[in-house]
T-cell receptor, first 115, second 115 residues
Framework: EAQVTQNPRYLITVTGKKLTVTCSQN?????MSWYRQDPGLGLRQIYY???????DKGDVPEGYKVSRKEKRNFPLILESPSPNQTSLYFC??????????????FGSGTRLTVV | AQTVTQSQPEMSVQEAETVTLSCTYD???????LFWYKQPPSRQMILVIR??????QNATENRFSVNFQKAAKSFSLKISDSQLGDTAMYFC????????????FGKGTKLSVKP
């Protein structure tokens, strides 16, 4: 089954403790992206990657890191999480760069709480 | 800046009736794609319908259809014969044709279908 897999689905952590949210897709998509969703703000892009070793900042990159060492994986790293990073996070992938021909396929989301 | 505006934070409709969700967007691009995504309580992001800007014909997917007015930069979603399972957040999204794949979202409309 074609899918984007995120782990974990839920995570509670403490301020300052480094964490990684994993994302993997099995569709051989070139494009991958991370979004955060907050009430009243919709989804905002954190980082994206057009291919292996090619990443760039989205609209809200502060406090986050990403890497793209393999085509299928695109982990999101929070080096020193803070309470304002409490949010719902989505990973997404797409096969059509800049064309929108197929839309995005989204993971199931990760609910992160930083206390 | 390219933006997507959903002016209705919440809406409700009776089961079996028709409801229209509004979306406007702002862009100077001539080629782009528009999407409606559904997010039920399970929080999964589900693609409902997509529209290519250079196609004048409005997209239709079963009970879901759009009214695409390019000159007015309007992209509304009509849901016919509303069902309880249509209860969800609905996000309008836009991707410029020449972009690096950044899907820009509106803030969402929470739709409740009442029995």
């Amino acid at each position: 089954e074609a899918q984007v897999t995120q782990n974990p689905r839920y995570l509670i952590t403490v301020t300052g403790k480094k964490l990684t949210v994993t994302c993997s897709q099995n569709m051989n998509h070139e494009y991958m992206s991370w979004y955060r969703q907050d009430p009243g703000l919709g989804l905002r892009q954190i980082y994206y990657s057009m291919n292996v070793e090619v990443t760039d900042k989205g609209d809200v990159p502060e406090g986050y890191k990403v890497s793209r060492k393999e085509k299928r994986n695109f982990p999101l790293i929070l080096e020193s999480p803070s309470p304002n990073q409490t949010s719902l996070y989505f990973c997404a992938s797409s096969s059509s760069l800049g064309q929108g021909a197929s839309g995005y396929t989204f993971g199931s989301g990760t609910r992160l709480t930083v206390v | 800046a390219q933006t997507v505006t959903q002016s209705q934070p919440e809406m409700s409709v009776q089961e079996a009736e028709t409801v229209t969700l509004s979306c406007t967007y702002d862009t100077s691009e001539s080629n782009y794609y528009l999407f409606w995504y559904k997010q039920p309580p399970s929080r999964q992001m589900i693609l409902v319908i997509r529209q290519e800007a250079y196609k004048q014909q409005n997209a239709t997917e079963n009970r879901f259809s759009v009214n695409f007015q390019k000159a007015a930069k309007s992209f509304s979603l009509k849901i016919s014969d509303s069902q309880l399972g249509d209860t969800a957040m609905y996000f309008c999204a836009f991707i410029p044709g020449g972009s690096q794949g950044n899907l820009i979202f509106g803030k969402g409309t929470k739709l409740s279908v009442k029995p």
